[in-house]
């Protein structure tokens, strides 16, 4: 059902069974998927693709274009999958020329109320962001991550799956996977073991992953040498070992330690 006040674009495709609210606006080149719920005073503008299921609150603004001062009005796009929930405020922005011309969500993700995704970020699966969190630009985030209320992560960051980042933290390097970091700035203080218990991860890999995160905060080596001595270490293998050593080696900015 599309409310008698919303406006839509003529061009915008959009499901049969997709319910539009009051005094929605949804602009040019936008397509949404079925089952998707848009509340009162949105606004979605385009290009933009958002898939099945999602849930989106009053008063967000998703797909406009960014904050970037460099941006002159290129036909950047969004791509949102399926089951989200955007909670109230949020705002989500397109891509830029300067990367890949996108910015990408994935499934499953909760964005709560003022949260903020900036141009050319690239978001996981069962992501969380707690209310007012903020990604800069081009950061990119793993599946299963957890970003605390008020927590800002700096542009070009990367955050590895199941990580988590406390409250209030101030990201300015690069957050490795399946570890836990808090402060301003945000250090590594441990794996986020809580998360892995709930998700299911074997007591043989939370052994692995402890060991292997010991290797790289808590024995003075260099990064260089805290990869190098996990790799040859045949006690530490698996799959979570590969996505582990993967971040480390991914990292750009340097990690957090």
Known sequence: MIHSTAIIDPSAVIADDV?????????????IGSGCVIGPHSVISGPTRIGINN???????????????????????????DYNTFREGVTVHRGTTQDKELTRIGSHGLFMAYAHVAHDCDIGDHVIMANQATLGGHVHIGDHVILGGLSAVHQFC???????????????????????ANGH????????????????????????LQTAYKRTWRQGLTLEQAIDSIEQDDALTGPEIDVFIASLKASERGITR
Request: negative net charge.
């Open 158 to 180: 990367h955050i590895g799956d199941h990580a988590m980042c406390g409250g209030g933290s101030i990201v300015t390097k690069d957050v490795p996977a399946y570890t836990m």
């Open 55 to 81: 849930r989106i609150f009053q008063f967000t603004s998703i797909g406009e274009e960014c904050q970037d001062k460099k941006y002159a009005g290129e036909p950047t796009r969004l791509e949102i999958g």
């Open 19 to 31: 319910d539009i609210g009051p005094f929605c606006v949804v602009g040019a080149d936008v397509e």
């Open 185 to 208: 700035p945000a250090h590594v203080h441990g794996l986020n073991l809580v998360g892995l218990k709930r998700r299911g991860f074997s007591r043989q890999a939370l052994l692995s």
